[in-house]
């Protein structure tokens, strides 16, 4: 598709066009990409787009370092060295799309299972993330990717309780009374978020922050709970028994909407503000004024974010948290209610758009992401070929030696797709050059607000790059599958996951499919046409959707007691689960490792993205572990020291950070350095496990326990 160009100076040279900041960040920005004589000189956000309202973080007004980058690769490469060396040589596309084909048509012809695609949430793009990559791998029967290593705790939680990743609007925060922030650092990692909260603080709203940490957000709240990493589950059963005790809850809403509250308030009635003291670490009398705050301050409004899931009982402390709004009737007003993600108000029609047909019958198993060093040393029968595309497993997954040993295999066949020389493209036979979101089309659902964004390509690829999309339909033809979906254009696979008949549909959009009969592929194409002229347009949700119920739970109520996690064999009701490495569970191992470890996102990275922009990079300076005072001078440790962070896992270098903001007990290493540009090349990921979350085979990135002790460092950073 051409340019979208929205202004044209007088020049006649420079031309404006619209696009969608494609990062795995819930604000997805608008953004508007100046170029002159087919270069881009300025990335800049839309201040016509009301949730981000033309303001960028740090990291994508760099965008244009990244584009241009010298380090950008442009030609496909073949490897020449061992694995993990980088050692490459560049190749045609004819050559590699060749060498690629007969690979996987080989091991196909075999057993498709063999194969296994890897993406994540490099772009989060309807076209370039999971669309035609996934029709592909479908066509060929190779195993599925269960794409659990972000939200997926998250979202099961809000699924059995309220439905689904269905929550307010962000856009009404700046209208709550009480904000929660709860396991969330908006200053990082959600700045609009942040923005909107400030406007309510400014119209006298008071500000909550519940972590483990004090992040630059938690300290301009008002009120900071600092607890023990994987005990919200508790606090909030302590919430609960506070609110009844205190009689808070607002009855007839609970009685009108809401499943299994008596058995709810039964099994918090043990939660006595003294045993969350205990258990949270917090002080008792916090969780009193908590709750009064919380059943007397509306509209009550919960930022959750996906922070406080990354344990073993992450999606249960879900559920406990997003039944809250129920119990004090919050949902009543268009400012109460809680937001995780809202990625549930989109409703894709995910099998047209991915297209499960293609899979004809087949059932290939599923391998969990957040395992994949587990899967690729151990699954049977084995991985024999792994497509990595918009990720960096080698970066970002649990359990780095495991994945670093599985990527290593001599006999595994691996092609990453990437921007740049990753640790993961390291290991890979066969790099592919991919473009940038600037030099591609795509069309983008969020789960922080409620805009569908287009983004329209402004320049040319860079080198001789190509859209994922046009990778796999380069692969597929080279394959020989002919199968019309796996030629459609990057337009078709977009229109493809719209459904056209949900009611949430925005106006402008439906109003363009029914110019065109109102269903089928024109009026989708329409659809995604009149999108890409406005660069975005809002679902149409009513102002507080659930003030009267109406929740997509099977019984339409707020399920505190769920009958699909009874049918399952489960606990129908949350509780809160003890992370898997605490004195609780393991107090052998807590009292060799006593420091709970949490590696939540750095301010100029997004995740393992953006860690090689230079100037980003020198923004967070190098790997820091921070300490509190207490830990420090336990271990006899000084600020400024490098220090080994280490557990039966692995270990990796960091520099120590004496500070009050992590609390006793606690080792706060901010992520996600890539190992390659990190002393001793080894980052936060070589101490987590693989070890599972109680509900969706999420990871437990933040249950980690570790132990610190001074390192010994080379002139050149290296451990000696
Ligand atoms: N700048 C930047 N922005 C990002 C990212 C990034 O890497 N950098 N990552 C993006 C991605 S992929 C995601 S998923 C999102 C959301 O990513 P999240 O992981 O939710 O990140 P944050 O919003 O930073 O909030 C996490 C906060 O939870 C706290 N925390 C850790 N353990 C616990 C706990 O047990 N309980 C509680 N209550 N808090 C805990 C941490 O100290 C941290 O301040 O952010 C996105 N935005
Ligand atoms: N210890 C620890 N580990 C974590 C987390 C944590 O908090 N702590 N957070 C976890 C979370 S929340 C997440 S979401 C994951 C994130 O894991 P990933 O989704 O793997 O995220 P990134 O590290 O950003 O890697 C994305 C890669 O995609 C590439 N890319 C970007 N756009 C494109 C494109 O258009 N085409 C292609 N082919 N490539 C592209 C980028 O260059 C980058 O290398 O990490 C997880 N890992
Ligand atoms: S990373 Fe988030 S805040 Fe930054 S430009 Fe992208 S969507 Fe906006
Ligand atoms: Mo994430």
Redesign the pocket.
Known sequence: MAANPIARPASGTETVVRGACPH???DTCALRVTVRDGVAIRVAGDPDHPPTNGVL?T?VSRYLERTYSTDRLSRPLRRVGPKGAGRFEPASWGEALDAIAGRLAAIAARDPQRILPYSY?GTMGLVQGDGMGQRFFNALGASLLDRTI??SPGIHGLTYTLGGPVGMDVERFADAGLILI?????I???VHFWALAQQAKRRGAKLVA????R?ATAERCDVHLA?R????GALALGLVQQLVAQGRVDRAWVDAHTVGFPELAARAAAWTPERVAATCGIPADAVVALARDYGTIAPAAIRL????Q??RGGANAVRLVAGLPALVGAWKHPAGGVLLSASGHYNLDVATWQRSDLLAGRRPRTINMSTIGDALLRADPPVEALVVWNSNPVAVAPHGDEVRRGFAREDLFTVVIEQFMTDTADHADWVLPATTQLEHFDVHKTYGHRWWVANSPAIAPVGESLPNSEIFRRLAARMGLDHPALRASDEEVAADALRLDDPRMPAELAMAAAAHGGVGPHAARAAIEALVERGYAKLSVPEAPYAHGGFPTPSGKVEFVSARLAAQGLDPLPDWLPPHESPETDPALAARYPLAM?S????????STFVNVESLRAAEREPYVDLHPVDAAARGLVDGSAVRVFNDRGDFVARLRVSDRTRPGVA?AL??WWPKLAPGARNVNAVTSQALTDLGRGPTF?DCLVEVEAALLGADGARA
């Open positions: 795995d960040c819930p973080c990291k949430a972000c939200s709860w396991g969330s650092n908006p990082t990692s959600s519940i972590d483990p940490y992040t607890l990493p994987g005990t919200d974010n996906y922070g406080m990354r344990v949490i939540p996102p750095a301010r100029h990275f997004m995740n706060t992520g996600i933040y």
